[in-house]
């Protein structure tokens, strides 16, 4: 298990980041998402300022190609020194398998293989937005369950879900098989565009093994304050 909130840094720019971060103490290691907004905006210097302050990061691009492309990226994506990357479950085992090779191949020698992890359905998506606009005819939680199955027989360490599928996602992979949950919201906090959401606690006893935490630190008051009370939740201390 993670035992830090994963922050989702969603800022449009390095200066929003830097703002953010004064916030914190300086002693305080944080695990860091960057996705697609901000590494499209800064590129990979943004990991490497990152992991320099000593941050551990989540690189959360979502891959999804034909397996050559994916796995050449996943080459370059080993350099940056993250601890986390991800494709989308829905490439295929084929482009999935190739994705580790490529991180595996990229790993500079003595350090340690980034965590590959795979998105299955997106907590933005609906089950009647996922038959209608996808065509996937089965109930969402039979498609995550699935995509679950091809993420561990191509070899990757786990999927991005909803804590809501973690649990059933263990029982046809394994116990260590990684279910990392966005989506989380601490009670009473407004959900936003995020339909399928559950707090920390629960997602811990349902089965997560880290949580993505965004707007609830990122647009609090005092974030250092709202993280805290985050992790404590997460990691059930009083």
Request: proline content about 5%.
């Amino acid at each position: 298990m993670i035992n830090r909130p994963i922050i989702a840094l969603d800022f449009p720019s390095r200066v929003e980041i830097e703002t953010f971060l004064s916030l914190f103490p300086t002693k305080e290691k944080l695990f860091l998402k960057v996705g697609m907004e901000i590494f499209y905006q800064e590129g990979p210097e943004i990991v490497r300022w990152l992991r320099s302050l000593g941050h551990d990061v989540f690189l959360d691009l979502k891959l999804h190609d034909i397996p050559n492309t994916v796995s050449r990226a996943m080459e370059r994506i080993a350099n940056l020194g993250v601890a986390i990357t991800n494709v989308h479950a829905a490439g295929g085992i084929e482009m999935m398998a190739a994705a580790k090779a490529g991180l595996v191949k990229g790993t500079p020698e003595g350090q340690t293989i980034p965590q590959l992890i795979a998105v299955t359905q997106l907590t933005s998506t609906s089950e009647e937005q996922m038959q209608h606009d996808q065509l996937i005819t089965v109930s969402l939680e039979e498609s995550v369950l699935n995509y679950a199955k091809c993420t561990q027989a191509a070899g990757l360490d786990g999927v991005v879900c909803s804590a809501l599928e973690a649990g059933k996602i263990h029982s046809v992979t394994s116990d260590t098989f990684m279910c990392l949950t966005p989506g989380i919201r601490p009670t009473g906090a407004a959900v936003g565009d995020q339909k399928r959401v559950v707090t920390p606690v629960l997602a811990k006893e349902i089965g997560s093994n880290a949580i993505v935490v965004g707007r609830p630190v990122t647009q609090a008051e005092n974030p250092y304050e709202a993280y805290q009370a985050i992790k404590n939740e997460w990691n059930g201390v009083k």
